[in-house]
């Protein structure tokens, strides 16, 4: 480090303490020659030595082959001395000594390796192919007699003997084999393998007799199934049938799984007894549960679509739906879906004690809150029962009853349902019941009133003719709604329709009187439209001149001019639009609205087709601006939001230096855009 990169300090006792800092880098290029993660994993391969092996050695002589003999076994003796229970070593011995073709001492090898873990099936199996590669047969089957003794359920034992035996012909003795082999009752695969040996031996009954073993000593279905299927490939069609009969008597309950019956049902079907393998699918399904015959139920429903009747095939579909639908609906009582999917899948049956058992199971799944959402969906199942009892059943005093427990049932209190009112009293009405209907609505009425109800009960009595009730209706209706325009304008109508002009506008005179009314200019309308319709056009400009002192608002003179204008009074449609204008010229405020006004009066001349008109309106119209605001909240005037952009008008008789701007500003903008497009 230079003296320049030394910084010198003095402690208390007054000695030179210097401080080291890194060296400041003088040139911050890369250097020209890199250096790689790659280059230096090359450089450690080149650098990397050689393994060293020891040199080979040839034997010249016998007395070097002795020598080498010697040093040899001296090792493997250390090695299993010193490691006694790694049986490596002592089959690397015996190979050793088996390389050398010193038998005697390699079988003395395996009988020490034996010694120290008399169940090594390695061993054990190395030993055997020792003896088997050089032909010394006597001696391997010994040897697999020993290991067959001792570890009697080692399959791989047994394979190996039986194999040997085939392979030298000696086919009695390997027979005897796997007879032994049996009594010990193995796993499957050495039954089979028995089964193979004697198809390649071509004895059909020694095949049999294996199969039947088979059976007695495994008496599983799986087994039965096995054994089913042997007497088929053997095309004994009786043997096959009993064996089928035999596995239902003897295992019981164990045999009603679905595999069985496909498997038997398809047996028969190859036999051409459709009726019996009918019978087998059908028992199969009436003892199985539903949820573990799936597969079961799709074989009978290909067989019936393959060999049964139309009817058979229609029953399966049925019964299929219907045990989805009742699954979905033991998973959630109150999915009203499914419930009305199963109600239409048993009357597509016809069959009306089923219908009626599906319709009172899910109309005993009330919901369980008391909120008119939960109910929504259910309160149909009751509509649909009522409907079908009248229309399909026929039993009108059925249907009667059903729409009485759901009245009783709903707890009106909170909410109710308007039009079960209405298809109760529409039902009473079809059972000509009249006066039970008026106590129906009567009762709706008292209890939850409702707009829908006073409507449906009028139209009623109106089709009855009686027109003294159905005022009766109106006046009440009135009473329980008086802000609501509905029940108003629906009485004007009426008395209207009756040729009672006095009473109508009499009803709307008392609407347009209160001042509590919802959507008054719902009167107003109403009201004009009935006396444009009667022709009376004074009393129209009467009435848009009374609402006109109430409020200025532009749709009231757009709406004016438009009536003066559809009864061609064009000067009257023009006075209304000047005075409209007139009405917003110098209020700030109102631009917005004077420029829809004058805008609405351009398309009107425009529909006259006077030119003269329609270029002097078309001078009035403003240029329209974009300007910025401050935004204010109320009440925290100080504050800073920010602004907005919003819309001004400019009017012809306004400032000229502001309409100028405003026009230089829509050109500046023009401008702007077109300049945008070049770039973009």
């Not at 200019?521 to 009935?530: F, H, P, S, V």
């Not at 003179?557 to 559809?566: M, V």
């Not at 800073?640 to 008789?653: L, S, V, W």
Request: hydrophobic residues 40%; glycine residues 4%; proline residues 3%.
């Amino acid at each position: 480090m230079s003296i320049a990169e030394q910084k010198f300090m003095v402690d208390a006792q007054g000695r030179n303490l210097v401080e080291m800092r890194p060296p400041g880098i003088q040139n911050n290029q890369p250097n020209d020659i890199q250096i790689t993660a790659e280059q230096l994993l090359k450089d450690a391969e080149i650098h990397q030595t050689k393994e060293i092996r020891p040199p080979q050695q040839r034997i010249m002589d016998e007395a070097e082959l002795q020598e080498y003999k010697f040093r040899k076994r001296i090792l493997f003796e250390n090695r299993v001395r010193r490691q006694r229970n790694y049986l490596g070593i002592w089959i690397r011995y015996a190979q050793f000594e088996e390389g050398l073709l010193e038998f005697r001492r390699a079988r003395s090898i395996y009988e020490r390796a034996l010694e120290v873990d008399p169940s090594n099936i390695g061993v054990w199996m190395k030993y055997i192919e020792m003896e088997m590669r050089h032909k010394f047969i006597n001696h391997a089957r010994n040897v697999f007699e020993r290991a067959i003794y001792q570890m009697p359920r080692i399959d791989q034992f047994w394979f190996k003997y039986s194999y040997m035996e085939e392979v030298l012909g000696n086919y009695q003795a390997a027979r005897e084999i796997f007879n032994r082999w049996m009594t010990w009752k193995p796993e499957e695969k050495a039954w089979m393998a028995f089964l193979k040996f004697e198809e390649r031996m071509g004895e059909r009954e020694n095949q049999r007799q294996i199969m039947y073993k088979y059976m007695e000593a495994f008496p599983k279905l799986k087994v039965y199934l096995k054994v089913a299927k042997f007497e088929i490939k053997q095309k004994a069609w009786e043997s096959a049938r009993n064996i089928y009969e035999r596995t239902l008597e003897e295992l019981g309950q164990e045999a009603l799984k679905e595999e069985y019956f496909i498997d038997f049902g398809r047996f028969e079907i190859r036999n051409k007894e459709y009726e019996r393998a009918r019978e087998i699918f059908r028992f199969g399904l009436k003892n199985i549960a539903k949820d573990k015959a799936y597969q079961l139920y799709q074989e009978y429903l290909a067989f019936e679509k393959q060999y049964g009747e139309k009817d058979e095939i229609d029953q399966i579909i049925l019964n299929k739906r219907r045990i989805f639908y009742k699954e979905l609906i033991s998973q959630n009582a109150y999915n009203y879906d499914a419930w009305f999917d199963l109600a239409n899948l048993e009357m597509s049956t016809k069959d009306v004690n089923r219908i009626r058992e599906s319709f009172e199971a899910a109309i005993k799944n009330v919901p369980p809150g008391n909120e008119k959402r939960f109910w929504r969906r259910y309160i149909y199942l009751w509509y649909n029962y009522a409907v079908f009892e009248e229309l399909e059943a026929n039993n009108i005093q059925k249907a009667i009853e059903i729409f009485e427990r759901a009245i009783q049932l709903v707890p009106h209190q909170q909410f109710t349902f308007s039009k079960l009112w209405i298809l109760y009293a529409q039902l009473l009405v079809r059972s000509k019941d009249i006066d039970k209907m008026r106590k129906v609505y009567g009762l709706a009425i008292g209890i939850c009133p409702n707009i829908k109800i006073f409507q449906e009960y009028i139209q009623i009595e109106l089709q009855l003719a009686n027109i003294d009730r159905a005022r009766i209706l109106y006046q009440r209706f009135i009473e329980i709604f008086p802000d609501n325009p509905i029940p108003w304008i629906k009485f004007a109508e009426f008395e209207n329709d009756l040729e009672e002009y006095e009473r109508s506008e009499m009803i709307f005179e008392l609407a347009l009187q209160n001042n509590q009314m919802n959507m008054p200019e719902t009167i107003w309308r109403a009201y004009i439209d009935n006396q444009i319709k009667l022709q009376n056009y004074e009393k129209v400009r009467e009435l848009y001149e009374k609402l006109l002192e109430r409020s200025k608002h532009v749709k009231i003179w757009i709406s004016y001019a438009q009536f003066e204008l559809s009864i061609k009074n064009i000067t009257g449609f023009r006075a209304v639009m000047q005075r409209g204008e007139k009405c917003y010229i110098g209020k700030p405020e109102l631009k917005e609205e004077r420029a829809i006004l004058l805008e609405q009066w351009k398309d009107m001349e425009i529909e006259i087709g006077d030119e003269q008109e329609i270029k002097k309106i078309s001078d009035k119209q403003p240029t329209k601006t974009i300007k910025k605001r401050k935004i204010k909240l109320l009440g925290d005037e100080s504050e800073d939001f920010g602004y907005e952009e919003y819309y001004d008008y400019i009017f012809p008789e306004e400032n000229p230096q502001q309409k100028n701007l405003g026009m230089l500003l829509n050109n500046a903008k023009l401008w702007k855009q077109q300049q945008e497009q070049k770039n973009g």
